[in-house]
């Protein structure tokens, strides 16, 4: 069979000769020319150019959902100002109606105590994503 070399020899004659190790071997190291290490460069530049603008991308997607989750909470207290409580004035004996009643006013009650602390959440958000001078 085919005999390999000690590694710990083949060192030690490598560095007594100042010879490196793989021409020892007898093996010849192709070294990346220039111009293979100027195309990957100018690769990895055009995906960092690709990553940094999805990242602005995905960036403006949020700083927008902010924004628009703002305007809804906005619009449905207005509109729940504007309704003022209707189902306080319906006919509770039909029972379609009451359930209806009981749900509107269950959702009122929630969104009342909640959109605040979501409106001021969208706030921060949409402070926290816009685009830094």
């Not at 710990?8 to 007898?26: C, F, R, Y």
């Not at 070294?31 to 293979?36: G, I």
């Amino acid at each position: 069979g085919l005999s390999v070399p000690d590694s710990d020899m083949l060192i030690n004659i490598s560095e007594a000769l100042e010879t490196p190790v793989h021409i020892l071997l007898g093996e010849t190291v192709i070294e990346p020319e220039a111009d293979d290490i100027k195309a990957i460069s100018e690769k990895l530049t055009i995906i960092n150019c690709q990553l940094a603008q999805r990242k602005e991308t995905n960036r403006k997607i949020l700083h927008w959902l902010f924004i628009l989750l703002c305007a809804g909470i906005i619009l449905v207290f207005a509109l729940l100002i504007k309704m003022d409580s209707p189902y306080l004035l319906w006919n509770y004996n039909n029972p379609e109606t009451a359930i209806l009643g009981v749900a509107f006013h269950a959702f009122e009650w929630l969104f009342v105590r909640l959109a605040p602390l979501i409106l001021i959440g969208g706030i921060i958000g949409a402070l926290s994503t816009r685009k830094k001078a």
